[in-house]
T-cell receptor
Framework: NAGVTQTPKFQVLKTGQSMTLQCAQDMNHNSMYWYRQDPGMGLRLIYYSASEGTTDKGEVPNGYNVSRLNKREFSLRLESAAPSQTSVYFC?????????????FGQGTRLTVV | QKEVEQNSGPLSVPEGAIASLNCTYSDRGSQSFFWYRQYSGKSPELIMSIYSNGDKEDGRFTAQLNKASQYVSLLIRDSQPSDSATYLCAVTRNNNDMRFGAGTRLTVKP
């Protein structure tokens, strides 16, 4: 059982480049999330998708876009990377039954923007 | 004001002692409450979930929820060096987003 799978694990970008972080879950969860984690700041919510077909902004959405491609997949796109986006990115999923259960996390993507 | 606030620590306790971690949240409509443990360089992993007022015990861990005070806590009894990690409080709000506190770094000294 793979759980939540993120790709890539590591990435170095130059300022201004674009990239998409991929996330897929095999637990049939309705809700999916993208977080970034910076030293001393815990996990900050970028975007989330409460169910297939819906996406909403979190705490720090500027500079990012998301796509909920289907129930399994939720991608995060950086259109023009900036050094301030250097961070560790986590994708997570959870069920809504009728309230959200625990979130399961991917292994993270360590992104460096130079 | 952040949605979820935790004492940033660090918190240091001797082996065998009780570690007490605290968390407050601002959205009174919040519905689900979680404590995660995160080792350096790893993903968060669930320690406890709690959905209703009162205490919930699981082995050496006890979570406490007081919705009137908007307060969640985690007690770790008989702390072990392997409990040394960052503990993250998470809250799911009524719009289904999940917010985290900044985390409390716990060190258990042998």
């Amino acid at each position: 059982n793979a759980g939540v799978t993120q790709t890539p694990k590591f990435q170095v970008l130059k300022t201004g480049q674009s990239m998409t972080l991929q996330c897929a879950q095999d637990m049939n969860h309705n809700s999916m999330y993208w977080y970034r984690q910076d030293p001393g700041m815990g996990l900050r919510l970028i975007y989330y998708s409460a169910s297939e077909g819906t996406t909403d902004k979190g705490e720090v959405p500027n500079g990012y876009n998301v796509s909920r491609l289907n129930k399994r997949e939720f991608s995060l796109r950086l259109e023009s990377a900036a050094p301030s986006q250097t961070s560790v990115y986590f994708c997570a999923s959870s069920e809504r039954a009728p309230v959200n259960t625990e979130a399961f996390f991917g292994q993270g993507t360590r992104l460096t923007v130079v | 004001q952040k949605e979820v606030e935790q004492n940033s620590g660090p918190l240091s306790v001797p082996e065998g002692a009780i570690a007490s971690l605290n968390c407050t949240y601002s959205d009174r409509g919040s519905q689900s409450f979680f404590w995660y443990r995160q080792y350096s360089g790893k993903s968060p992993e669930l320690i406890m979930s709690i959905y209703s007022n009162g205490d919930k015990e699981d082995g050496r861990f006890t979570a406490q929820l007081n919705k009137a005070s908007q307060y969640v806590s985690l007690l770790i009894r008989d702390s072990q060096p392997s409990d040394s990690a960052t503990y993250l409080c998470a809250v799911t709000r009524n719009n289904n987003d999940m917010r985290f506190g900044a985390g409390t770094r716990l060190t258990v000294k042998p």
